[in-house]
């Protein structure tokens, strides 16, 4: 169970029981408050007692309303579908779809959906449906009413951007707002938009990294999940920083991915609490 609401006292106590009063176990618990939002977060892993989760849910309505909260109660049992769209880079496709046959990830994949057919052999090995959307530059919004059509077939809960080098359309974003996760190869906000790996190099850093989050109809700009960095020197190319690159990218999204999967993201206007 997540929960967002208004900072105030009296919260945990009032829902820790609760649980208690329906027989529930609460396994894990993560609060935070932020003080200058004056916004109170919280994450409870719960093992239910005998009530259902309808039940438990329509139970605690009033004490939802009392305080105001934004809230669901996700049934962990119940595996996740993910669609994953890439584009030539495998890389991160390769590394989600090991972890995924490793059961590193919990969660169904359905399909995966390129704007080219390089990686299709690669897909076709797990055994996960491959389709091939063009996307022609006179005539985007075909492609991706196509893309969302299959989205749509498969069912997907949540779609992972693993290096798909285009850009969603707005309605794409809107549609499925915090649902759709990107990896930005780059330390967001620095280098957003095209060959970061480039402006990187031109800009002589000597820190690289890697930014997972949510798609928003401003490129680059959604709610941040996770972040991590690569040291690099003046001796280091533009070839040299694609390739430290690509290490951090891999582990930064699926890290990125596994905690939304959980349930461990909580989405306050354009910035997370992430209880990892």
């Not at 779809?97 to 590193?104: H, M, P």
């Not at 820190?207 to 003046?234: F, K, M």
């Not at 596994?258 to 461990?264: E, I, N, P, V």
């Amino acid at each position: 169970m997540i929960v967002s609401c208004p900072d105030r006292v009296g919260i945990v106590a009032r829902v820790s029981s609760f649980i208690a009063s329906q027989q529930g176990s609460i396994v894990e618990a993560n609060q935070h408050s932020d003080l200058e939002a004056g916004r109170f977060f919280m994450r409870y892993d719960i093992q239910s007692g005998a009530m259902s989760a309808a039940a438990f849910s329509a139970a605690f309505g009033p004490i939802a309303e009392e305080f105001s909260m934004t809230w669901r109660l996700s049934d962990a049992s119940r595996r996740q579908r993910v669609a994953i769209m890439v584009s030539r880079d495998s890389h991160c496709l390769v590394d989600l779809l090991y972890r995924w046959s490793a059961g590193e990830l919990d969660c169904d994949i359905p399909c995966v959906i390129s704007n080219h057919e390089d990686l299709r052999e690669i897909v076709g090995w797990y055994g996960i449906p491959f389709h091939h959307v063009p996307v022609d530059a006179q005539d985007k919004l075909a492609a991706f009413a196509e893309v969302e059509r299959l989205i749509d077939t498969a069912e997907a809960h949540c779609v992972v951007l693993a290096r798909y080098m285009q850009i969603l359309p707005p309605a794409l974003c809107q549609r499925y707002a915090g649902r759709v996760i990107n990896i930005h190869h780059s330390f967001l906000p620095s280098f957003a938009g095209a060959k970061p790996y480039h402006q990187a190099f031109e800009r002589g850093v000597k820190l690289i990294g890697a930014t997972c989050h949510y798609v928003t109809e401003e490129l680059d700009a959604g709610p941040i999940i996770e972040q991590d960095i690569q040291r690099v020197s003046h001796c280091h190319g533009t070839q040299d920083l694609v390739r430290l690159g690509r290490d951090v990218e891999k582990a930064v999204l699926a890290r990125g991915l596994r905690w939304h999967l959980q349930d461990r993201v909580l989405i306050h206007g354009n910035k997370t609490v992430v209880f990892s």
